[in-house]
């Protein structure tokens, strides 16, 4: 199964957002979907505090702005094994 990060922090529209739009494609189903808060680490503070939100797949990244039309080409081209 394959995995769905998005990097994120409290108090962030755009990451509310992000979410409700992961929420609502069906390219999500059969994928997990994980959310890790940036607060919560300084490295991913310092990788991801200017560009949150950020999808990934593995080290594939997927950074904001993005709306459902891109990220859902993006989920199409990265979620096929």
Not at 48 to 75: S, T
Request: net charge negative; hydrophobic share 45%; aromatic share 4%.
């Amino acid at each position: 199964m394959r995995e769905i990060v998005l990097y994120t922090t409290e108090h962030c529209s755009l990451c509310d957002v992000a979410m409700d739009l992961l929420l609502s494609l069906p390219e999500i189903k059969g994928c997990a979907l994980r959310t890790l808060d940036i607060a919560s680490s300084d490295r991913l503070m310092a990788e991801f505090g200017q560009r949150i939100p950020v999808v990934a797949i593995g080290n594939v990244q997927l950074d904001a702005p993005f709306d459902a039309e891109k990220l859902r080409d993006w989920l199409q081209n990265n979620t096929v094994d």
